[in-house]
């Protein structure tokens, strides 16, 4: 009888402790997520190969011999307007008023293919332009084209959707999501390039990529940080990488893709639903390097020689930035207590499972 008492009270003992080490604690953000197309974000002919992936042109010769792109006939399209694509002072707003095309007499040479594994040469930054702050009243460009018309009201949506989701109402805990087709989406991106084998050919091939946002969605993420590599573990030969930094989003993958041609970008997102605003950000994780007493010091005196300068040795001249790899946990993923991790510092709020 006594046995059994005692094996009774070490089970009880230990019950708390199994339970305890099962509880699960997430701190999240939000994200709204944007997925291009992936069977319009790459066009291909028997010479040249051109990709979109995290919003920005690539291209890929295919011949043995160079191809020229003449940057002057080379232009963005974005959102149903188009502009000279080297041309700093054409935009959105301002191509079609300002009646002015790039005078670039400039040329881009892809290097011919040799049999190896050929990379991709970047050409330009596509990004959609909707990094920034909104409210109700304004966008970060000043005003409301038709595609970010769209964009706020299918975020008042998907929040709606999110606040289901909390008992109190209060926090976004929810996943809410959209298929859009072309003609509802809110974003547009693509380009127009035109070229030859020879820089004074009187023949040049255009040739235009588009893409669009076929799936957005607004759902909470965390930031799953690497274990950083260790004075010790340096030591020695052989290659030593860091891990990527994984985004684990709740919600259910839109459809395969490859990691480092990624049609998914991630914004950080944060906003107050009662004032009616939000701010997205491109969601980079980064570190902030800890300072030794040798940066201190150099600093201090190079503070005092300059004026204040030197403090910027101390600054974002020190942060690591992390790879990003996009991980789908699944919209019914468990992740048991959820909080709302309100830093900005992303490697801050890292879970580990």
Same mark, same amino acid.
């Given at each position: 009888?006594?046995?059994?008492?005692?094996?009774?009270?070490?089970?009880?003992?230990?019950?708390?402790?199994?339970?305890?080490?099962?509880?699960?604690?997430?701190?999240?953000?939000?994200?709204?997520?944007?997925?291009?197309?992936?069977?319009?974000? =790459?066009?291909? $002919? $028997?010479?040249?190969?051109?990709?979109?992936?995290?919003?920005?042109?690539?291209?890929?010769?295919?011949?043995?011999?160079?191809?020229?792109?003449?940057?002057?006939?080379?232009?963005?399209?974005?959102?149903?307007?188009?502009?000279?694509? @080297?041309?700093?002072?054409?935009?959105?707003?301002?191509?079609?008023?300002?009646?002015?095309?790039?005078?670039?007499?400039?040329?881009?040479?892809?290097?011919?293919?040799?049999?190896?594994?050929?990379?991709?040469?970047?050409?330009?930054?596509?990004?959609?332009?909707?990094?920034?702050?909104?409210?109700?009243?304004?966008?970060?460009?000043?005003?409301?084209?038709?595609?970010?018309?769209?964009?706020?009201?299918?975020?008042?949506?998907?929040?709606?959707?999110?606040?289901?989701?909390?008992?109190?109402?209060?926090?976004?805990?929810?996943?809410?999501?959209?298929?859009?087709?072309?003609?509802?989406?809110?974003?547009?991106?693509?380009?127009?390039?035109?070229?030859?084998?020879?820089?004074?050919?009187?023949?040049?091939?255009?040739?235009?990529?588009?893409?669009?946002?076929?799936? =957005?969605? @607004?759902?909470?993420?965390?930031?799953?940080?690497?274990?950083?590599?260790?004075?010790?573990?340096?030591?020695?030969?052989?290659?030593?990488?860091?891990?990527?930094?994984?985004?684990?989003?709740?919600? $259910?993958?839109? @459809?395969?893709?490859?990691? $480092?041609?990624?049609?998914?970008?991630?914004?950080?997102?944060?906003?107050?639903?009662?004032?009616?605003?939000?701010?997205?950000?491109?969601?980079? =994780?980064?570190?902030?390097?800890?300072?030794?007493?040798?940066?201190?010091?150099?600093?201090?005196?190079?503070?005092?020689?300059?004026?204040?300068?030197?403090?910027?040795?101390?600054?974002?001249?020190?942060?690591?930035?992390?790879?990003?790899?996009?991980? @789908?946990?699944?919209?019914?993923?468990?992740?048991?207590?959820?909080?709302?991790?309100?830093?900005?510092?992303?490697?801050?709020?890292?879970?580990?499972?």
């Amino acid at each position: 009888m006594k046995k059994f008492i005692s094996i009774v009270a070490m089970v009880i003992m230990c019950l708390p402790l199994a339970f305890a080490g099962n509880e699960v604690k997430t701190n999240y953000r939000n994200a709204l997520i944007l997925a291009y197309s992936p069977t319009n974000s =790459v066009f291909e $002919d $028997d010479n040249i190969k051109l990709e979109i992936y995290n919003e920005k042109l690539y291209a890929t010769n295919k011949t043995t011999r160079t191809i020229f792109i003449d940057l002057s006939q080379c232009f963005l399209l974005h959102n149903g307007s188009s502009y000279p694509m @080297f041309e700093k002072h054409q935009d959105d707003s301002h191509a079609s008023k300002k009646k002015v095309s790039t005078n670039i007499d400039e040329f881009l040479s892809i290097a011919p293919s040799t049999g190896a594994k050929q990379n991709e040469t970047f050409i330009c930054n596509l990004a959609s332009g909707i990094y920034g702050k909104y409210t109700t009243a304004e966008s970060p460009s000043g005003t409301f084209s038709e595609y970010e018309e769209r964009m706020l009201s299918l975020v008042n949506e998907l929040l709606t959707e999110s606040l289901e989701a909390d008992p109190k109402g209060k926090e976004y805990r929810g996943t809410a999501t959209r298929h859009l087709t072309e003609d509802e989406s809110i974003s547009n991106i693509g380009a127009s390039i035109a070229y030859a084998f020879n820089k004074r050919s009187e023949e040049w091939t255009p040739v235009t990529i588009s893409t669009w946002v076929c799936d =957005v969605y @607004f759902a909470p993420y965390y930031v799953e940080m690497p274990d950083d590599i260790k004075k010790k573990d340096k030591r020695g030969f052989g290659v030593k990488k860091t891990e990527a930094s994984k985004l684990h989003v709740k919600a $259910d993958t839109p @459809f395969e893709f490859e990691q $480092d041609k990624s049609p998914i970008i991630v914004f950080d997102w944060t906003g107050d639903f009662k004032k009616g605003e939000f701010t997205l950000n491109y969601t980079w =994780v980064t570190k902030q390097k800890g300072a030794n007493f040798g940066k201190i010091l150099g600093a201090t005196f190079l503070t005092m020689a300059t004026g204040g300068f030197g403090a910027l040795l101390l600054t974002d001249n020190e942060k690591t930035f992390y790879k990003k790899e996009i991980v @789908f946990d699944g919209e019914n993923s468990n992740w048991g207590k959820m909080k709302y991790f309100d830093n900005k510092d992303l490697s801050k709020f890292n879970n580990k499972r």
